[in-house]
């Protein structure tokens, strides 16, 4: 990413993809980047795919003290945002979504489990499920800030999902990924039993030079 003006662009062009993907409508859903002990996130009360490179809210990364200039609000989910990179200094990108197959699915208290390989790829060996936690407080903040300590994808309950990375196309591939999932989980309910990639088989797709390599192109972004 580069400094500055580079990191609101890629943000706002990765605003307008998360938007025309279905992963969030109207003003739902946030994200953001960081830039040493910069982070840059999206304003409150905006729709990801309608800011402008001049409407991302600075703020250090260190104390939470906004120093852009625009005079708006950072998202109400500041603090789940912040956890995430004072937890992981790996990671540079956040992205909270709707998706609505997620919602769907994990409102039932069913997991979201690997049945294809891009699943073991981008998001791991599996995804684990948060209960429901009112959204925006410290509460949620300190639950995500656990549990993103071992994984980069969380579903959150009646809520939606959380997804990071070392850059934000590797954050957005997992988010794309979790809703592609969870969409082959409830259509393969609908005809039968789903089946479930076993630890083995999730290993042997873990282990491929091709998978390892596809990861790595996606952090050399």
Known sequence: MLVNQGIKKELTLYGKKIAEKGLVVAGGGNISAREG??????P???AL?????DQWVKMELATGKVINSNKLKPTCEIKMHLMCYRVRGDIRAVIHTHPPY???VISTGTKIKPMFPDYVTCLGKEVPLLPYIIPSGEKLAEVVGKVISKYNVISLK???????GGNLKEAFYRS???EEAAKILFISKTVGTPAILTPYEVKEIDDLTAEAYRRRLL???
Do not use: M, P, R, W
């Open 158 to 164: 009646n809520h939606g999902a959380l997804t990071v």
């Open 219 to 221: 952090k050399d972004v």
């Open 176 to 178: 794309i990924v979790l």
């Open 102 to 104: 997620v919602i769907g």
């Open 44 to 46: 409150s009360g905006f």
């Open 37 to 42: 002990d910069i982070i840059y996130l999206s």
């Open 49 to 53: 795919d309608e800011i402008n490179e």
